[in-house]
Structures are given as C-alpha cells and as structure tokens.
C-alpha cells in the first residue's frame, strides 16, 4: 500500500522567493513518484516525476525534486518563484506492481505567491 | 501533443438519476483511470482499467458505478442513481504502460441537486 503526506495546505511565497513543497511517501514496494500541478478549473498537469536512476529530477517551469529514500520524502522545489506558479500542487505515488497499479494523491498544498 | 479529453465540462442532474460522463484516452494508451476530486478536498481514485476489464476499485466504487470501453475510443463512467454526495469533479486519465505518468483530462464537474 502506498500514502502520501504533504505538509503544509497553504504556502505563500513572494515573488521571486525559494518555494518549497514538502512531501513524505509510504510504500511497500519501490516508489515511482510524482508531482502535479492543478490551475483554478483545470486539469491536473505532469509536472515531474521519478522512477529510476538519478535522484534529483527536473520538470517544467524551472521546478525540480529530489527523491531521498532515506528520508522517504520528495520535495518540490524552485529557485525563484514566479505569479503564474500560482496553484494547487499535489504529490503522488505509485508502486509498481506490474499491473495498472494505481496513484494515491497527497491532500495538496496551495501556493501563494504575493509581489 | 494528444491530449485525454473528457465531457461534458459540467453535467448538472437530478438526485437519482442517471449519468453517463465520457473520456477519450490518448490513442495508443493501453491503461485508464477515473478519479474524483469533491470541492476542496483530496483527488480520490475510483477505478482503473486495463484489457478490458477493472483491474482495481476503490470502496467509493459500489455499485452504482460503472464502466465501460465500448467502441475501442471512449471509456465512460456510469453513475447509475446520482447521490447528493457525488457531486465532485471527475478525471480521466490514461497512460501507455510501463512506468509512465498519468495524462489526465480536465475534468467533469458533476452537480447533483
């Protein structure tokens, strides 16, 4: 069985400020992790994720993260936060079985970003 | 870039009725998904589907759920007595197998009065 906790349902940052999205994972097998993004009455939108290989891995609009099994966790980090980052950002995991496993989301955490 | 696309965008119906919410996965995707997100809450999942048949459900899928790849294009969800308490908006996703990502659509938001 796989959870995911992600700390923090609001986090507000200025423009131009480090953002930090902090999220911790349970899973029984090895983790293939994940990190969506969602803009007010929009889809959900890839925006990195890890499966094997180097542990810290870059995605789209400047965000990156970095899988630390010793510390179960994934945090989504960007140097310089943007307004258009402005959004709800969820973490997900999957544990490959071999099948159509599926993803269980974190609760999500909103970010702020305030000139 | 193919897309998964979902409708309607918004469905409105009555307590006890029936509906029918509609997905096109991306065309060479052998694996599909319906998850549900009630306002402000969790994205839940609800059902995944592969070869033809449901390979993994969710308490929240009893039996007033279903679905179905009727035509090898479209992969619907069946809500067959709406509740109160169903009104979320609902994703469907897709990916192509292996340890690839989900694509989700951009949602059915379904309000049941």
């Known amino acids: 069985a796989q959870s995911v906790t992600q700390l923090g349902s609001h986090v507000s940052v200025s423009e131009g400020a480090l953002v930090l999205l902090r999220c911790n994972y349970s899973s029984s097998v090895p983790p293939y992790l994940f990190w969506y993004v969602q803009y007010p009455n929009q889809g959900l939108q890839l925006l990195l994720k890890?499966?094997?290989?180097?542990?810290l891995v870059k995605g789209i609009n400047g965000f990156e993260a970095e899988f630390k099994k010793s510390e179960t966790s994934f945090h989504l980090t960007k140097p310089s936060a943007h307004m258009s980052d402005a959004a709800e950002y969820f973490c997900a995991v999957r544990g490959y079985t071999g099948t159509a496993s599926k993803l269980t989301f974190g609760t999500g955490t909103r970010l702020q970003v305030t000139l | 870039e193919p897309e998964v696309t979902q409708t309607p965008s918004h469905q409105v119906t009555q307590m006890g009725q029936e509906v029918i919410l509609r997905c096109v996965p991306i065309?060479?995707?052998?694996?599909f998904y319906w998850y549900r997100q009630i306002l402000g809450q969790k994205v839940e999942f609800l059902v995944s589907?592969?070869?033809?048949?449901?390979?993994?459900k969710s308490e929240i899928f009893d039996d007033q759920f279903s679905v179905e790849r009727p035509d090898g294009s479209n992969f619907t969800l069946k809500i067959r007595s709406t509740k109160l308490e169903d009104s979320a908006m609902y994703f469907c996703?897709?990916?192509?197998?292996?340890?690839?990502?989900?694509?989700f659509g951009n949602g059915t938001r379904l309000t049941v009065t």
């Open positions: 065309s060479n995707h052998l694996y």
């Open positions: 996703a897709s990916r192509p197998g292996g340890n690839s990502p989900l694509h």
């Open positions: 890890y499966t094997t290989g180097a542990t």
């Open positions: 589907f592969y070869n033809n048949e449901i390979s993994e």
